[in-house]
């Protein structure tokens, strides 16, 4: 399985963002997805995760009410809408998947700042 982030970028603080994330190989195999980020200095944290068959849904409670995860299974994509960003979820934004035959599968990152 192979993992592509896009949506990252630059936005002020109360602007909004959508992250996607494009799985490719053998997505048959994903049993969950999710987005995790990491802030400069800091370890990288999760941020929503959701699983394929049933589409359960887990948030940090850091953007609960304000991030929402869905997934698409016909076209093995995974989105992140961040509505009513602030500064402190300026991060690198992975994707990753998870599965019994696969292990745990990491995107390359995107980038998100948020400007005050």
């Known amino acids: 399985v192979q993992l592509v982030e896009s949506g990252g970028g630059l936005v002020q603080a109360g602007g909004s963002l959508r992250l996607s994330c494009a799985a490719s190989g053998s997505t048959f195999s994903i049993g969950s997805m999710g987005w995790y980020r990491q802030a400069p200095g800091k370890k990288r944290e999760l941020v929503a995760t959701i699983t394929t068959a049933d589409g359960r849904t887990n948030y940090a409670d850091s953007v609960k009410g304000r991030f929402t995860i869905s997934r698409d299974n016909a076209r093995n994509t995974m989105s992140l809408q961040m509505n009513s960003l602030k500064p402190e979820d300026t991060g690198v934004y992975y994707c990753?998947?998870?599965?019994?035959?696969?292990?745990?599968?990491w995107g390359q990152g995107t980038q998100v700042t948020v400007s005050s």
């Open positions: 990753n998947a998870v599965g019994l035959h696969i292990g745990l599968i």
